[in-house]
């Protein structure tokens, strides 16, 4: 699933293979899907882009947004989002599908679930895009010790685990509950642990965790078990995942172990991260 590591490559992606591009063509909402969230018709995306060029791409927390002029296209966790060169073959079904005047094209396709919300700039009301935009990026240089400390130290966090409070209500923009894994191995802290349990060192601890994993991730473009804009696989090697529960930890040599909590699952090692 779409989360910051993730989103960031793609956006970088998007940057040198489809910047500068102009829209011949949209066909949205093709192949139905039932959690496949649009913003208004899908059916007027065409007459929203066609023509527009495309001038930039970034990555906000789990979001990707695309600028085509004045016009928005911004894709949420849960799309994968994949470039075809002119002579690539499109996939037979998708959701959303933009063809360049070059030939070249871009087509989104929901998983699970997924947003593709096309609109104009400043139409889209949506808390989610409101608050990844608006607060500090985990890598970033305003996301420090001092504004980690007033995130954890809040009264209202304190009855909160730790996987409640890294991975939900976007606290942290583009953390969910696929990266909290390895966080959450690498600080050796359980994420059932209350907040208000943590020790000063291991909030320390923490949050170095958030700011080192995150930038680890996205400097190796994205997560192994996420795909990237070319469909490759991303470099950095995942610890905690449905992959390896049941192995050896490769610290310890404890076992790691899959449970069902808050709604999904979550994968820690019973030697180094106890309760």
């Known amino acids: 699933m779409l989360e910051l590591?993730?989103?960031?490559t793609v956006a970088n992606q998007?940057?040198?293979?489809?910047?500068?591009?102009?829209?011949?063509?949209v066909i949205a909402a093709q192949s139905p899907h039932k959690f496949a969230f649009f913003h208004g018709d899908p059916q007027g995306y065409h007459d929203l882009l066609a023509g527009k060029i495309i001038r930039n791409a970034a990555g906000y927390g789990g979001l990707i947004e695309v600028e085509a002029d004045d016009v928005r296209l911004l894709v949420g966790d849960g799309v994968g989002l994949r470039y075809h060169e002119k002579i690539e073959q499109r996939p037979p079904k998708h959701q959303l599908l933009i063809e360049f005047e070059d030939g070249s094209s871009l087509s989104a396709s929901v998983q699970m679930y997924g947003g593709i919300w096309c609109f104009h700039e400043g139409e889209f009301d949506n808390p989610y895009y409101k608050v990844a935009k608006d607060k500090p990026s985990p890598l970033s240089e305003k996301f420090d010790a001092d504004y980690f400390e007033r995130m954890v130290?809040?009264?209202?966090m304190q009855k909160l685990s730790t996987k409640a409070f890294l991975a939900t209500e976007q606290r942290i923009p583009g953390l969910g509950n696929g990266v909290l894994q390895d966080i959450l191995w690498?600080?050796?802290?359980?994420p059932k642990r209350k907040i208000t349990s943590l020790s000063d060192e291991?909030?320390?601890v923490l949050f170095k965790a958030v700011k080192s994993m995150l930038g680890e991730m996205t400097a190796l473009c994205g997560r192994d078990t996420e795909k990237d804009l070319y469909g490759n696989n991303g470099r950095y090697k995942v610890m905690m995942s449905k992959n390896s529960a049941g192995l050896p930890c490769m610290t310890c040599g404890g076992y790691i172990k899959k449970e069902n909590y808050m709604g999904g699952s979550v994968y820690y090692c019973e030697s180094c991260q106890t309760v």
Do not use: D, W
């Open 14 to 25: 998007l940057q040198q293979s489809a910047k500068g591009k102009r829209i011949s063509k």
């Open 153 to 156: 130290s809040s009264p209202e």
């Open 186 to 190: 690498n600080a050796r802290i359980h």
């Open 202 to 204: 291991e909030r320390t």
């Open 5 to 8: 590591p993730e989103a960031l």
